[in-house]
């Protein structure tokens, strides 16, 4: 399978470490706020992945990591190590301790995972009913529960002489590191401007860029509200370590793929990798692969701040399907920017009922799986995860004149990487009683005058199952049929 390798600047053929296995890490979710469409396509992206490398025949060994540590960094600041603990604000507004805040999210992350059939690292779909509680069985491990693993790194970058120690912080020294700028190509003195309030803030720093290994509760964080002992004293780790410390614990010091949005490049992962060769004299990471961003029409990143309205549930509220979601970021390759709007999504959302309609003339028949589909929907996922052609190939097959019952075959197996849920959609042509969509249309009418979301949605979602699309339009529900 071809990658594009963000280090190597070009496509390249993937060549795992070990014969017949991937091994994975993603950068996984902060757990302070509900994520946005913007984190969706990341997770989408590489929940694509995850299932083209078991569809082409590969064990997949993957991590994602669930940040839920106090001093993080958000989305819209990277690189400030003397940021705002946004987990600490976040508990402080809400009034309750900043692990209660980690796990309110996670449940949302599982919530938004399951509606979206973005599966487990493990590689299994989340299921039903599933909490906090239980997170880590499924691959996600939680950074609070990773602190000594994290310390003992750290010990090991201190041993081969890469840190300084300040009043307020363990620092890793980037100077020792002769390519550290290697993914920007960018020459130490340029990183300084950025950064160069930071110094401010700890008069004893060295470098600009240089980072935070461990954070001293002194100072700013005197009242910080998440900390353990440690050599250098009460505190908190810096951020990247923690990917450092879970990856090499639980993929070992050499794995195939890590991922990331592309604004990790610049100082999350040029730190991760620091940090590599700071502990175990050589890199860990053989691929790193970075999706693009979503964007407003205006070309700006849409951020936390500004895409409260992309969240799932305000999505699905506003009549999309999560598989029109899906369906939409999934379609557009990893590397590509999505600019995203209302417009865009209602023509994912026609593409994507177009294909279940034709399913659904397809009946259920059993048949077999037509190879040359098969093999050029392999090719197009080979292909730097060609989506956009693997799409064209599905409607290609669905237009196709062989045998109905091999045609629903071979779509369901390609579901095994779309996660459409193609095999549900004949399951919703299964009649409706008389009457049964009026009543249901009237309840709706009712719950929306008496203002209960929950219930319309419900009531929407009960349509849907029965194959009907409600739309709110100002003349009021129009339904149509999937
Ligand atoms: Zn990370």
Redo the contacts with the bound molecule.
Sequence with gaps: MKLYSTLDKDIVEIQPVKTGQVSMYS?GPTVYYRMQIGNIRAYVNWDILHRALMYLGYEVKRVM?ITDVGHMTSEDDFGSDFGEDKLDIQSQKEGVQPIDIANKYIDTVIEDFRALNILAPNGELLPVGLTHLDIQKYGFPRATEYIQEMIEIIKKIEGNGYTYETDQALYFDVTKVDDYNIFTGQALEEKEVGVREEVEVDPEKKHPADFVLWMKKVGKYEKHLMNWDSPWGVGFPGW?I??TAMSVALLGESFDIHT?GID?IPV??TN?RAQNIGAFGHPAVKYWIHNEWVVNKDDSKISKSKGTKTYLPNLVGMGFDPMDIRYYLLSINYRTKIQFSHEALEGARNARIAITRRITELGSENGNLLPEFVLKFKDSLEDNLNMSKAVAILNELLRSNNQKGDILATVLDFDRVLGLDLDKVSVKEEGIEDGRLEELLSLREKAKIAKDYQESDRLRDEMYSLGFIVKDTPEGQKVERI
């Design positions: 950068c990591n990247h923690e990917c990331g990790h999350h992962h991760e």
